[in-house]
């Protein structure tokens, strides 16, 4: 494994070179994750769509069933159904690789604790997938959800190469939620000690209300993510005990700047 934490100390060829097996290690664990959250989906949608139904029942027992609103809301503003479906198709990897960036520079120390937590809240969200096959609101007839991504997905760069192992059941947990909940956890700790560090709860709550309107997402997948983050971050504080994790009274040591 690369030491990251003293990869951005290191000369330049030897940064550039460690980035680069870094890269590499991030585009392989993504395609695996892929591959394996295929093999664990169903080809039939029955059981998915029995799974979606006790999902608006329990929404709706909690007078919360929201998510058509949500997709009339953002039909109604201008520009907002775009947007909304321009932060699904795009923010959801390059927000990942962006931050993943940010990390292993600015924050060398933290990068590897904050990897090995991103990369095991994938293996419990595959058990997820595994064990409760949910068909998302678009995909369930009677739901009157329109389904605004499918064009853009489709035209999305290297959107053919995983199109053949696409899990159209892989609703629950949500990890469009899950991952910018991480980020922002990170960031809040991470960043300086100013009011601006709150804005970054703004992210999670951006990409909710974007898979709410889509019709990609309940908001109880939402909550499914947010339980595998958790459960994810003690995995990680049990399995790697001497790493140093964004929170804690010495989080901010050695910050560049």
């Known amino acids: 494994m690369l030491n990251e934490a003293r990869a951005v100390v290191a000369p330049w060829p030897v940064r550039l070179w460690r980035f680069g097996g870094l890269a590499v290690l991030f585009l392989l664990f993504s395609a695996v994750y892929e591959f394996v959250r295929y093999l664990v989906g169903v080809d039939s949608p029955l059981v998915p769509r029995e799974h979606a139904q006790r999902v608006v029942e329990a929404e709706r027992s909690l007078g919360l069933f929201i998510e058509p609103h949500l997709q009339r809301l953002a039909a109604d503003i201008p520009g907002v159904t775009q947007l909304t479906v321009w932060i699904y198709t795009y923010e959801h990897l390059a927000g990942s690789i962006v931050f993943m960036i940010w990390l292993w520079w ?42 605004p991504t499918a064009a853009e997905l489709a035209a999305a760069p290297g959107a053919s190469a995983f199109s053949h192992i696409r899990n159209d059941f ?61 459960m994810a971050a003690v995995v990680a504080i049990i399995a790697f005990p001497d790493l140093r994790r964004p929170w804690g009274a010495n989080a901010r040591e050695n910050a560049p700047g």
Request: charged content about 5%; cysteine-free.
């Open 170 to 230: 892989a609703a629950m947990p949500s990890l469009h939620v899950g991952y910018p909940l991480l980020f922002a956890i990170v960031l809040y700790f991470l960043l300086p000690q100013t009011r601006v560090r709150w804005l970054v709860w703004l992210w999670p709550a951006a990409v909710l209300f974007t898979v709410l309107a889509t019709g990609n997402h309940y908001w109880l997948d939402g909550v499914g993510g947010a339980a595998v983050v958790a």
């Open 106 to 147: 600015m924050r060398p120390a933290h990068f590897p604790f904050v990897w090995r937590w991103f990369w095991a809240a994938h293996a419990i969200a595959l058990v997820g997938f595994w064990l409760y096959p949910l068909a998302p609101p678009r995909l369930v007839p009677g739901l009157g959800l329109a389904d």
